[in-house]
C-alpha cells in the first residue's frame, strides 16, 4: 500500500479529520504513537489515507468511543483485515468479575493494577477503598490520565456489565458517587474564576436531554488543574440557555457531551452565536453522529483529547 500514487492514494489528514470528526492533531497523534496513519503518496510525494488506512482509522475511533485504550485500539485496527473491524473484546458476564478493556499487565503493570484494584472495590461496594484508589489515581496521574485510563475502563466495564447481566445498577452509582466527590474536590466551585487572564471561560454543557454529566465533572477538573477558567451547565441544557451563556460571559471555547444516540443530533451546533474571534465547539461522547459534524465542531474522544482541542495545556 505504501507505492499508492494520485488519486488512488486517498485523502489528505484535513479531509480525514471532517469525514471522521476527528481532531487533525489527533490522527498525527495516532500516527505518530501507534503507526496508524496514512500509508499512500499523492503526486507531490505527500502522504495520504488509502481506502484500507481510512478503514484503520475508523476501526480505532470505533474502538476509543467504546472504552479501548487507544494504544489497545491501534493493535486491534492494524491487526483487523481491510473492511472487517475489529470489535471489542468479548467477557463472560456469568461471573462477578468486570470486563475490562485495560492494558495488559505485561505492558504496563502500574496501571493494570490501579485499574484492577477499582474495579474490585467497587464489585465489593467497598466505598472506603474504591475512594482511596480513585484519589491516588488523581493525585498520581493527574485528571486527564486518571480518567482516560483507569476510571474510563472500570466505569466502561461496569456499564457493559449491567448490559449484559440487568444487574449491578448499584455499583455503578456508587462508583458514579464516589468519583464525583473526588473530581469536585480536585476543583471546587471556587476555582471558576470567570475571565481569568483576561479571557472567558470554557462552557460545559450535556447536550438538550442528555442526563450523562460525570464526564463533563472530569473536564472540569481537569480545566482548573491546567488553570484554564470554566463554567459548568451540567445536564440536560437547552439550545437556547447554552446559547445566552455563551452570549453572557463571552466564551471563547464550548464543549459539549452527548452519551446517548438519542442526544447526539449535532445539527444545532452550527447555531451557536457568532463570536471573534470564532466561537471553539468541541463535542464528545459516544452519542454523536459524527458523520453530521458541522465543520467548526471537533470531536475529542478523551480529556487528554478535549483539553489538546480546547488548547488548554496541561500543568503536570
Known sequence: MGDATGEDAGLDVDAVARRLGVEVSTLHTWDRRY??????????????????????????????????????????????????PAAPHAHDAGDDRIPLDAPAAEHDPSRAAQVRDLARAAMALDELAMT?????????DGVAAAWDQVLVPVLVGIGRKHAATGRYVEVEHLLSAVVSRCLVAVAPPEADLLGRRGRGPVLLACAPEEQHSLPLLALAAALSEAGAARLMLGARVPVPALAAAIERIRAHSVFVWSQTSETGDPSWLAGLPAARPPLRIVVGGPGWDLDRLPPEAAFAASVSEALDALRVVSRR
Open 132 to 140: 482511596e484508589a480513585v484519589r491516588s489515581a488523581l493525585r498520581q
Open 35 to 84: 503507526g496508524v496513519g496514512p500509508t499512500g503518496r499523492g503526486p507531490a510525494g505527500h502522504r495520504r489515507y488509502t481506502s484500507a488506512d481510512l478503514d484503520r482509522v475508523e476501526t480505532m475511533r470505533r474502538l476509543v468511543l467504546a472504552g479501548t485504550r487507544p494504544a489497545e485500539a491501534a493493535v486491534a485496527a492494524l491487526d483487523a483485515p481491510p473492511d472487517e
